[in-house]
């Protein structure tokens, strides 16, 4: 097989809540198999050397009563400084990346899907923007994305406006992207979008 038979690596990118992972979905039924670095993640986790790494960090305050890492205090702790978040990012990208790499191994040599979307919420931070043909960008209002994640994963204001100010600009994002849906909107109107963003990258191959 030459390298034009390969199938495009689609990366998303957007704010926190604007819709990534719903996007991904969307390509999904498109025929598309979605990567989801977060789904990767807390399976990695669970994962007994993990627990110790995180632990010897974080100290046992982070553990639930049964013993395993609780992500909410865990996140509280990561999120109270640049160097924490970094001493955690050194424990788990490494791993969650193997294994993206393997499912993007495995999925370009499987017929049937017809891309590879990457869900992989800091894409551009850990540089990995590079590594796909196209990048789209999901464009949603700062007040939207807020009330659609206080409802879907009850994250308040200050630990979104916290997170958010740890990642590169929303500006820079679209700036590289080679497409933009916008999802201001209700859900038939990102469909439709996604629909011709999708046609459009598979036709330019
Ligand atoms: P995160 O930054 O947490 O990974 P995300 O960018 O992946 O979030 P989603 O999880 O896709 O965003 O969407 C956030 C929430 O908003 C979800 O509950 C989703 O169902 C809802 N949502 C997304 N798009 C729309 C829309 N157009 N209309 C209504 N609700 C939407």
């Known amino acids: 097989m030459g390298e034009s038979a390969k199938k495009p690596?689609?990366?998303?990118?957007?704010?926190?809540?604007?819709?990534k992972s719903t996007v991904a979905n969307?390509?999904?039924?498109?025929?598309?198999?979605?990567i989801d670095a977060d789904k990767?993640?807390?399976?990695?986790?669970?994962?007994?050397?993990?627990k110790e790494k995180i632990v010897s960090v974080?100290?046992?305050?982070?553990?639930?009563?049964s013993g395993q890492i609780?992500?909410?205090?865990?996140?509280?702790?990561?999120?109270?400084?640049?160097?924490?978040?970094?001493?955690?990012?050194?424990?788990?990208?490494?791993?969650?990346?193997?294994?993206?790499?393997?499912l993007i191994e495995k999925y370009q040599k499987q017929p049937?899907?017809?891309?590879?979307?990457?869900?992989?919420?800091?894409?551009?931070?850990?540089?990995?923007?590079?590594?796909?043909?196209?990048l789209v960008f999901v464009d949603c209002k700062q007040a939207l994305r807020l009330n659609r994640i206080k409802t879907s994963r009850k994250l308040d204001k200050k630990q979104f406006e916290i997170r958010e100010k740890f990642q590169i600009s929303l500006d820079n994002k679209?700036?590289?992207?080679?497409?933009?849906v916008d999802n201001n909107a209700g859900l038939s109107a990102l469909?439709?979008?996604?629909?011709?963003?999708?046609?459009?990258?598979?036709n330019n191959r």
């Open 26 to 34: 969307e390509f999904a039924k498109l025929g598309a198999k979605v």
């Open 40 to 50: 990767i993640a807390h399976k990695i986790l669970d994962e007994k050397n993990t």
């Open 70 to 102: 609780d992500r909410k205090k865990l996140a509280k702790a990561a999120f109270a400084s640049g160097e924490k978040i970094a001493k955690l990012d050194n424990i788990i990208h490494p791993p969650v990346l193997t294994k993206i790499e393997q």
């Open 191 to 202: 469909v439709r979008q996604i629909t011709d963003v999708f046609s459009r990258i598979m």
């Open 9 to 19: 690596v689609i990366g998303i990118l957007g704010g926190i809540g604007s819709g």
């Open 58 to 65: 974080f100290g046992k305050e982070i553990l639930d009563s």
């Open 112 to 134: 049937k899907i017809t891309a590879i979307v990457l869900d992989v919420p800091l894409l551009m931070e850990i540089g990995w923007h590079k590594r796909c043909d196209k």
């Open 174 to 180: 679209a700036a590289i992207a080679d497409n933009t």
